[in-house]
């Protein structure tokens, strides 16, 4: 701040970027991890980070599918 009491443009991006910085909806990896994990418990006793049941049953039925498809599509023909 200058003597006047006004502030710098160059303050006011300072001021910004700390409030944008900590702001969970901003940042796209928390908020991703935010919305892919459990929502009882997103973190376990040790600090780590939990999945959603919901996303590890659709991880296990694509993996499903996949191989069913890989099967049929070369396994399959003898």
């Known amino acids: 701040m200058d003597s006047q009491g006004y502030i710098s443009p160059q303050e006011v991006r300072q001021a910004l970027g700390q409030i944008y910085r900590s702001d969970a909806e901003i940042n796209l ?4 991890l935010e919305s892919l994990s459990d929502e009882l418990k997103p973190v376990d006793e040790k600090g780590r980070w939990r999945p959603s049941p919901l996303l590890i049953l659709a991880l ?3 993996c499903a599918l996949l191989g069913i498809f890989v ?4 396994g399959g023909r003898g």
């Open 71 to 74: 099967y049929f599509s070369v």
């Open 60 to 62: 296990v039925l694509l």
């Open 29 to 32: 990896q928390s908020s991703l």
